[in-house]
């Protein structure tokens, strides 16, 4: 079945970087773009961006410019979310989630990856 | 503050039917399809209605969706305590350009 996998919890200090795995698996990896999801702590969903899974191409939402960057390996079916120069603010759940397609070209995020804690705290 | 505007919270018993409305403008819902995400505690979202009111198989048929205008709606009727969780509304905004949520309602199952 389709599934995304993602890396395990995170504790870091504040100014380092981290790295976020995303592994797909049950389709051919890059059909279907893919997208970067954050949920600070008790908050809602913040759109970060995607990548385009076919050209390696991201697009990041305002406010994601900069520190981040998304990256794939298309050899292992795997996107990359990493962060540098960590804040306590960046504290938060990130998610990777497919695209999906309907009939009517309408999208929605479709299945989404189980979440990666990331903590920033010294 | 959340470009689709959701009640922070809602509550039924169960058997009810609870209604959750998601407000926007022309520039998201009123141009883009909506579609409703349920996260249960502890879980990652979870794809519950896509297109403003298709379900995606293996949900249920208690829970609807519809659109009119620049809003939309979420049903679940036939209340039940694993209903309990956090629902998102969502599109895209082409005045943004980026995907935009709503800031989720807590379904409590009294």
């Known amino acids: 079945q389709v599934q995304l996998v993602q890396s395990g919890s995170e504790l870091k200090k504040p100014g380092a970087s981290v790295k976020v795995s995303c592994k797909a698996s049950?389709?051919?990896?890059?059909?279907?773009?893919l997208n970067w999801v954050r949920q600070a702590p008790g908050q809602g969903l913040e759109w970060m961006g995607w990548?385009?899974?076919?050209?390696?191409?991201?697009t990041y939402a305002q406010g994601f410019t900069g520190r981040f960057v998304f990256s794939l390996d298309t050899s292992v079916s795997t996107a990359y979310l990493q962060i540098s120069s960590l804040k306590a603010e960046d504290t938060a759940v990130y998610y990777c989630?497919?695209?999906?397609?309907?009939?009517?070209?309408?999208?929605?995020?479709?299945?989404w990856g189980q979440g990666t804690l990331v903590t920033v705290s010294s | 503050q959340s470009v689709l505007t959701q009640p922070p919270s809602a509550s039924g018993t169960p058997g009810q039917r609870v209604i959750i409305s998601c407000s926007g403008s022309?520039?998201?819902?009123?141009?883009?399809?909506v579609n409703w995400y349920q996260q249960l505690p502890g879980t990652a979202p979870k794809l519950l209605i896509y297109?403003?009111?298709q379900r995606p198989s293996g949900v249920p048929d208690r829970f609807s969706g519809s659109k009119s205008g620049t809003s939309a709606s979420l049903d679940i009727s036939g209340l039940q305590s694993e209903d309990e969780a956090d629902y998102y509304c969502?599109?895209?905004?082409?005045?943004?350009?980026?995907?935009?949520f709503g800031g989720g309602t807590k379904l409590t199952v009294l």
């Open positions: 989630a497919r695209i999906r397609y309907s009939g009517s070209n309408d999208k929605s995020f479709d299945p």
């Open positions: 049950g389709y051919t990896f890059s059909t279907y773009n």
């Open positions: 990548i385009n899974t076919n050209t390696g191409n991201p």
């Open positions: 022309s520039s998201n819902i009123g141009s883009y399809a």
């Open positions: 297109s403003n009111n």
């Open positions: 969502a599109t895209w905004d082409d005045s943004l350009n980026v995907w935009v």
